[in-house]
């Protein structure tokens, strides 16, 4: 959420922010004017609240000294009570607007950051040597099935389109990811590991930009509770409402979770495999930072993500997402972007994002700085890694002729030595 006063004050800048994003800058305008009809009702409310109180002392006075008061001063009190509800009643109705318009408004991207759709996206690293094969290269929803590792037809039985059951290998790789990921980062890189709750309130939702514009994304309970889409909602949400120790920061956490998307948005795309599915499972990376210090920890952020797909020997590239294709709450988005032989293409397997205060002004979360005063934290966040699409990711970059799929060699340990699957 912007900070009003920003916007009163430069409402140019955000029209500017908000077309990059392909929202509506005529919002800025009906704020603006919102806001300048609250701040007169405001003014007039006070100057009629003081003419009534003076007004009430001359009744009182007059009382106190036996004199009669006038109905003229009776009707003139009465009068500026009536005037004063009007006026609240006005500002009962503009307050509520300026919320709502806040609430949808999007954050605004950073200045160097492309503009435009996902054509416009900057790519600023590639890395690894793509995989060459003899012949076409299987889609990792082939290999799976073939190895008796994935079953999509089974789980369309139980659950529905776009779940999976993973079946031996396959359920000892998903596993063996989500370990090794959360040990690289918690041994290595310095995140504390974070167990957190898969169901929020609606006020969580909110906090990190989920509600109230993207609540046909998230599936609901029958009591008001949310399904996470993310571990970016419960985790973020930990400090909601607390002031930190600017001397605790940065803070960064990591966690492990099933995820919840309906993919509203999403009809008839990546309908086959593990890439977009409704459950799937996830490690997210978590920030809180000091304001003059996050874009430096994006980097980190961005770093900590690009080791766990150096570590797997996978190939990919990092690209700032244009304008148009960046999310709702965030300034600026690196995608780190796989590579998929079968589909001779990058896809995306994970976004760092800085959010700057957007998500800390509606979680209320906030820090004292070294100067004393009392700031807004700068979150950030990142995927590293999704694990259903690097477990896919493995599959199509390590098969085989002979049908087998090559185990990364970092994995091994967490599989009881095994460096084949589908061996035997």
Same mark, same amino acid.
């Given at each position: 959420?912007?900070?009003?006063?920003?916007?009163?004050?430069?409402?140019?800048?955000?029209?500017?922010?908000?077309?990059? &994003?392909?929202?509506?800058?005529?919002?800025?305008?009906?704020?603006?004017?919102?806001?300048?009809?609250?701040?007169?009702?405001?003014?007039?409310?006070?100057?009629?609240?003081?003419?009534?109180?003076?007004?009430?002392?001359?009744?009182?006075?007059?009382?106190?000294?036996?004199?009669?008061?006038? #109905?003229?001063?009776?009707?003139?009190?009465?009068?500026?009570?009536?005037?004063?509800?009007?006026?609240?009643?006005?500002?009962? &109705?503009?307050?509520?607007?300026?919320?709502?318009?806040?609430?949808?408004?999007?954050?605004?991207?950073?200045?160097?950051?492309?503009?435009?759709?996902?054509?416009?996206?900057?790519?600023?690293?590639?890395?690894?040597?793509?995989?060459?094969?003899?012949?076409?290269?299987?889609?990792?929803?082939?290999?799976?099935?073939?190895?008796?590792?994935?079953?999509?037809?089974?789980?369309?039985?139980?659950?529905?389109?776009? *779940?999976? *059951?993973?079946?031996?290998?396959? /359920?000892?790789?998903?596993?063996?990811?989500?370990? *090794?990921?959360?040990?690289?980062?918690?041994?290595?890189?310095?995140?504390?590991?974070?167990?957190?709750?898969?169901?929020?309130?609606?006020?969580?939702?909110?906090?990190?930009?989920?509600?109230?514009?993207?609540?046909?994304?998230?599936?609901?309970?029958?009591?008001?509770?949310?399904?996470?889409?993310?571990?970016?909602?419960?985790?973020?949400?930990?400090?909601?409402?607390?002031?930190?120790?600017?001397?605790?920061?940065?803070?960064?956490?990591? !966690?492990?979770?099933?995820?919840?998307?309906?993919?509203?948005?999403? /009809?008839?795309?990546?309908?086959?495999?593990?890439?977009?599915?409704?459950?799937?499972?996830?490690?997210?990376?978590?920030?809180?930072?000091?304001?003059?210090?996050?874009?430096?920890?994006?980097?980190?952020?961005?770093?900590? !993500? #690009?080791?766990?797909?150096?570590?797997? /020997?996978?190939?990919?590239?990092?690209?700032?997402?244009?304008?148009?294709?960046?999310?709702?709450?965030?300034?600026?988005?690196?995608?780190?972007?796989?590579?998929?032989?079968?589909?001779?293409?990058?896809?995306?397997?994970?976004?760092?994002?800085?959010?700057? /205060?957007?998500?800390?002004?509606?979680?209320?979360?906030?820090?004292?700085?070294?100067?004393?005063?009392?700031?807004?934290?700068?979150?950030?966040?990142?995927?590293?890694? !999704?694990?259903?699409?690097?477990?896919?990711?493995?599959?199509?970059?390590?098969?085989?002729?002979?049908?087998?799929?090559?185990?990364?060699?970092?994995?091994?340990?967490?599989?009881?030595?095994?460096?084949?699957?589908?061996?035997?």
């Amino acid at each position: 959420m912007h900070d009003l006063k920003e916007i009163r004050q430069d409402p140019e800048r955000f029209r500017r922010g908000v077309e990059k &994003k392909g929202g509506d800058s005529g919002e800025i305008d009906r704020l603006v004017d919102l806001d300048a009809r609250r701040r007169g009702a405001l003014a007039r409310v006070e100057a009629l609240r003081a003419q009534r109180n003076r007004a009430s002392e001359a009744i009182a006075a007059s009382r106190r000294s036996g004199q009669p008061v006038s #109905e003229m001063a009776q009707t003139e009190a009465r009068g500026l009570g009536e005037q004063i509800g009007q006026v609240e009643a006005e500002l009962a &109705k503009v307050e509520p607007e300026i919320q709502q318009i806040l609430s949808v408004l999007p954050n605004i991207p950073n200045d160097d950051v492309p503009e435009g759709d996902e054509s416009h996206n900057r790519e600023v690293r590639r890395w690894g040597d793509l995989p060459a094969f003899s012949g076409p290269a299987k889609a990792h929803w082939e290999i799976g099935v073939d190895l008796g590792i994935v079953d999509f037809e089974r789980a369309g039985k139980v659950s529905g389109p776009r *779940f999976a *059951f993973l079946k031996g290998d396959g /359920a000892r790789l998903e596993r063996a990811l989500i370990d *090794f990921m959360l040990d690289l980062h918690t041994r290595q890189h310095g995140y504390t590991e974070i167990w957190p709750p898969l169901l929020v309130n609606a006020a969580s939702a909110f906090g990190t930009g989920q509600l109230p514009k993207f609540g046909q994304d998230m599936f609901q309970t029958t009591d008001g509770y949310y399904l996470i889409p993310t571990a970016e909602v419960p985790v973020t949400n930990l400090h909601s409402g607390e002031i930190l120790a600017g001397s605790d920061l940065p803070i960064r956490y990591c !966690a492990y979770t099933p995820c919840f998307r309906s993919e509203a948005g999403a /009809a008839g795309r990546d309908t086959r495999g593990l890439i977009r599915n409704h459950q799937f499972n996830k490690v997210e990376l978590v920030k809180f930072t000091a304001e003059e210090s996050s874009y430096q920890e994006l980097e980190t952020l961005r770093q900590d !993500a #690009e080791s766990v797909l150096e570590a797997l /020997a996978l190939p990919y590239r990092t690209v700032v997402v244009a304008t148009r294709e960046m999310t709702f709450a965030n300034t600026r988005q690196y995608d780190l972007e796989v590579w998929f032989p079968a589909q001779n293409t990058y896809r995306e397997i994970s976004s760092c994002s800085n959010f700057e /205060a957007f998500q800390a002004r509606r979680a209320n979360i906030r820090y004292r700085s070294t100067a004393g005063d009392v700031r807004h934290v700068h979150t950030l966040n990142g995927s590293a890694l !999704a694990v259903g699409r690097t477990f896919s990711a493995i599959l199509e970059n390590y098969q085989q002729p002979d049908g087998t799929v090559i185990v990364p060699e970092v994995l091994r340990s967490y599989l009881g030595g095994q460096d084949r699957l589908g061996k035997g």
